[in-house]
C-alpha cells in the first residue's frame, strides 16, 4: 500500500474519508464521532444514484470507485465505506488498488453477530443486492460453520427512512411482515445489515423484543476504524493515525437531499460543518 502525497493537507489534519449512496452512512458518522471525537471527517452522499440497493455489482463498484478516487484527491486517509451494499459488491474489488486503508461495514457486523449469538442462530436484513450477495452469510459462517443465518431482503425500508418515517404504523406493520419469519425460526440475534437501518432501531427491537440482540454494523465499523487506526499510531510506516486538528464534519452530496440531511442530522444528532453540492461521476 502506497502512502498517499501529504502535499494536501498535514498528516495530522487528514480527514477519514466516508461514503454511502446517501444519507444513511451518517448512522456510521455518527458511531465515528462518538468513539473518535477529535478527527475530521468528510463525507459523500451519492444522493444522485441512491439507491444501491437495487443496481448491479459492476454499477456499484463503478460508483464506488469514482467516489473513493475523489476522497483520495481531498486528502482521505482512510475510507469508510458506510454502505453495506457498496460493501458486499464492491469493497473485495476495490481494496487491493485503493492507495489508502478501505474498511466496510460488512467484516466487523458479521463478526460482532458471531459474538453476540449465542443458539447459533442469526438474521440478516439489508437490500436486495446486499442479501442477494449472501456476502453476510459467507463472511459469517467464515468465522464459525455452525452458525445458521436467515437472510431478508427489505426493498421497502429505505424509502420510507428516506421519508422520516420512523415510528411510523406503516413502518412496524412492513417490518413486522419482514421479520416474522425469522422470529419465527428462532433466531436470537438480527444483523441491521444496511446504514440506514439503525434509524429504526428503537421499533425494530419493540418488535423482535428484548431476546434478540441487535448488531449495528454502524457500531462495529467505527470501533473497527478506531481499532486500524491505533494499530497504524504504532506502526508509524503505515498510513498516518490520529488526529491533532480541529475536529469537523464536511459534507458533500451529489444532488440537492437536503430535507432529509435535516431528519437525519436531528435525530442523530450530529454537527455538519459544511455542506455542498457537487457532481462526481457522468
Ligand atoms: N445505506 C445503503 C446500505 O447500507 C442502502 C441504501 C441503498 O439502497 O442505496 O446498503
Known sequence: ??????????????PIGVFDSGIGGLTVVAE????????????????????????????????????????????????VVACNTASALSVPTLAPSIEVPLIGVLEPGASAAVKATKNK???????????????????????????TVSSVACPLLVPLIEEGLFEDDVTSVILQRYLDPMLAEGIDTLVLGCTHYP?????????????????????????????????????????????????????????????????AEKSLDLTIDSLSFRQIGK
Open 1 to 14: 500500500m502506497s502512502h498517499h502525497p501529504s502535499a494536501i493537507s498535514p498528516e495530522s489534519s487528514r
Open 199 to 263: 434509524l429504526l432501531k428503537r421499533v425494530i427491537q419493540r418488535i423482535c423484543g428484548p431476546s434478540v440482540t441487535l448488531v449495528d454494523s454502524a457500531e462495529n465499523c467505527a470501533l473497527a476504524v478506531k481499532e486500524l487506526l491505533a494499530s497504524q499510531t504504532q506502526n508509524p510506516d503505515r498510513t498516518p493515525a490520529s488526529n491533532l486538528a480541529a475536529p469537523r464534519l464536511d459534507i458533500v452530496l451529489t444532488d440537492s437531499s437536503e430535507g432529509f440531511l435535516r431528519v
Open 121 to 147: 442462530m442469526i438474521g440478516v436484513i439489508g437490500t436486495k443486492a446486499t442479501i442477494g450477495s449472501s456476502a453476510y452469510k459467507k463472511a459469517i459462517c467464515t468465522l464459525d460453520t455452525e452458525m
Open 32 to 79: 465515528l464521532r462518538r468513539v473518535l471525537p477529535h478527527e475530521r471527517i468528510l463525507y459523500i452522499g451519492d444522493t444522485a444514484r441512491v439507491p444501491y440497493g437495487g443496481k448491479s455489482a459492476e454499477t456499484v463498484t463503478r460508483y464506488s470507485r469514482e467516489i473513493s478516487d475523489h476522497l483520495i484527491a481531498e486528502g482521505a486517509k482512510l475510507i
